[in-house]
Structure formats: C-alpha cells, structure tokens
T-cell receptor
Framework: EAGVTQFPSHSVIEKGQTVTLRCDPI?????LYWYRRVMGKEIKFLLH????????ESGMPNNRFLAERTGGTYSTLKVQPAELEDSGVYFC?????????????FGSGTQLSVL | GQNIDQPTEMTATEGAIVQINCTYQ??????LFWYQQHAGEAPTFLSY????GLEETGRFSSFLSRSDSYGYLLLQELQMKDSASYFC???????????FGGGTRVLVKP
C-alpha cells in the first residue's frame, strides 16, 4: 500500500513568489491534514479536510495560504506571495477513521525555504 | 492556549533506557499520542494513551496520568536506529487535530 506522498520534497523560492505544495493521501482516507514545522519548533496544525470539505482551518496563518482538495483526493497548499517566515517543513497526513483512536499517517514533508 | 512541554534533547548509550517526559496544558483532552521521526522522513505513529496507565509495545512503552496532565515514552534496550525525534501530541476534545510538543531529539551512542 502506498503511503502519503508529498511533492516537491524541497522548494527554494524568493520572497514574493508563489509556491504550490501537493499531497496525495493514502487511497480511501477521507481525512487529510496539513501541518507545519518551523525550524526547531513544534509541529503546528494548519487545516483539516474531510473529503473535499474544509472541516477546520483554524490553523491557517493568514490569507496568503490557500488549501484545496478538489474531488476529495489529493490536496494542494498554495502560498502566495511567500514571506520569509513561511519557511519550514510542511507535512501532510491522512487517516481513515475519525475519532479518539484516529491514527495519522504522515508524508515525508516538503522543506520550503523562502529567501 | 495549548501548551505541551517535552525535553529538547536526550542522549543515551546503546542498550540503555530513556524516558521522555511530556506535560500538557490543554483546553480538553482526548488522548496522548507519540510519534517518531527520523531526519528527513515522515513522522510515524508509535503509541496512544487515553486511559491512565501503561501501554506496552515491544521495546517501547507509553504512560499516562490524566490527573497530573503527564505522560512519558519509555524506550528500552536502545538501539542505534532509535536515534530520532520523538513528538508528544494531544488530541484536544474539540475537533480531531493534534497539538504537538516541540519534539525530543534522542541520540543513541555506541
């Protein structure tokens, strides 16, 4: 079974540019999450999709971040325009069952560097 | 706000035991999770506690005391491959998102 895949694995862009990150969850997983880890700090929640619907986007930093999950399959996270403080590792995770015992499967992350 | 504390770094010798403590202050509690992450790889699920007590899975055990808002991950018979970052995370009652601690980097030396 393929795991959660993220593309690209690394991205280096200049301040003001646009970057789009992609996440392919495990097939059949309705729940898809985006998290971010800024250097050396905790992994912070960004948002949660259930199928194609945004269930919780309380962690999105500002309106420069736009996440979509058309058709309830893969998801994209676009940052436009990127700022220096957006640098970090962006993780995607998916799960099949919601609730207390929900186990998240993470991708390897996209390392974003904004110069 | 939510706050989860765990040590930043721990070093131990191969074959030894390491205990990573985690304390949390959150607006709700619906489970304590532990994830392991090797550098450059995906975080992977290790264990889960929702009731007080000890959960054992092979060389790894996790403990929870809800009255103390405290838990720990115990790594026994350390192997070199256990060198990784270990994240404590709490599922807050409202919603499904996990709130993570800053991670503990464990270095196992020969």
């Amino acid at each position: 079974e393929a795991g959660v895949t993220q593309f690209p694995s690394h991205s280096v862009i200049e301040k003001g540019q646009t970057v789009t990150l992609r996440c392919d969850p495990i097939s059949g997983h309705d729940n898809l999450y985006w998290y971010r880890r800024v250097m050396g700090k905790e992994i912070k929640f960004l948002l949660h999709f259930v199928k194609e619907s945004k269930q919780d986007e309380s962690g999105m930093p500002n309106n420069r971040f736009l996440a979509e999950r058309t058709g309830g399959t893969y998801s994209t996270l676009k940052v436009q325009p990127a700022e220096l403080e957006d640098s970090g590792v962006y993780f995607c995770a998916s799960s099949q069952v919601r609730g207390v015992r929900e186990k998240l499967f993470f991708g390897s992350g996209t390392q974003l560097s904004v110069l | 706000g939510q706050n989860i504390d765990q040590p930043t770094e721990m070093t131990a010798t191969e074959g030894a035991i390491v205990q990573i403590n985690c304390t949390y202050q959150t607006s709700g509690f619906n489970g304590l999770f532990w994830y392991q992450q090797h550098a450059g790889e995906a975080p992977t699920f290790l264990s889960y506690n929702v009731l007080d007590g000890l959960e054992e899975t092979g060389r790894f055990s996790s403990f929870l005391s809800r009255s103390d808002s405290y838990g720990y991950l115990l790594l026994q018979e350390l192997q070199m491959k256990d060198s990784a970052s270990y994240f404590c995370a709490v599922k807050v009652a409202a919603g499904n998102k996990l709130t993570f601690g800053g991670g503990t980097r464990v270095l196992v030396k020969p």
